[in-house]
T-cell receptor
């Protein structure tokens, strides 16, 4: 099974600043997808951004962007202009086409946003 | 209501009792999933289903049973609940190749 590692259990950022959350994964597959999900205190899992492995261009969704380094098996999330509402748990996830499209999650990074 | 719903949202039960967690989606997605979330473990896959009457085990299937007689429903049953099954359970659905969408979760406590 693929392993997803989030090495930062907690991160802190000031409002309006930029923060980067790290994620690495281990796989021998060439065709896969990577995701970042946000889980606020409400517990709802919210899709933030996704990246197809075959695409070289990094995905971007408004203030959220990724740095996808396929050879290094790295998939970091950058949040620009951080807002108080960005405070949440962030999960990196890997999806293989060979396991029913199920997601394999990292253990998460808790992001604190300070005024 | 459109989307994916789970019931109950909270459940307290006793060791040895049977518990069924319900999941319903209105998108007619082919794929449905059950995950459990525990501190220090992130989310782990229990079972998934690629279509009605097709299910398969995930990473942590022991003690759980699933069925999928209709595309829109994917119930998860704990046949004899144990304290180690105290967790938050998430149901999710997706169409093949597309992103997964999650239900609001069920917090289950086994005393």
């Amino acid at each position: 099974a693929q392993t997803v590692t989030q090495s930062q259990p907690e991160m802190s950022v000031q409002e309006a600043e930029t923060v980067t959350l790290s994620c690495t994964y281990d796989t021998s597959e060439s065709d896969y997808y990577l995701f970042w999900y946000k889980q606020p205190p409400s517990r709802q899992m919210i899709l933030v951004i996704r990246q197809e492995a075959y695409k070289q261009q990094n995905a971007t969704e408004n203030r959220f962007s990724v740095n996808f380094q396929k050879a290094a098996k790295s998939f970091s999330l950058k949040i620009s202009d951080s807002q108080l509402g960005d405070a949440a748990m962030y999960f990196c996830a890997y999806r293989s086409p060979n396991s029913g499209y199920a997601l394999n999650f990292g253990k998460g990074t808790s992001l604190l946003v300070t005024p | 209501d459109a989307g994916i719903t789970q019931s109950p949202r909270y459940k307290i039960t006793e060791t040895g009792r049977q518990v069924t967690l319900m999941c319903h989606q209105t998108w007619s997605h082919s794929y449905m999933f059950w995950y459990r979330q525990d501190l220090g473990h992130g989310l782990r896959l229990i079972y998934y289903s690629a279509a009605a009457d097709i299910t398969d085990k995930g990473e942590v299937p022991d003690g759980y049973v699933v069925s999928r007689s209709k595309t829109e429903n994917f119930p998860l049953t704990l046949e004899s609940a144990t304290r180690s099954q105290t967790s938050v359970y998430f149901c999710a659905s997706s169409e093949q190749g597309f992103s997964q969408f999650f239900g609001p979760g069920t917090r289950l406590t086994v005393l």
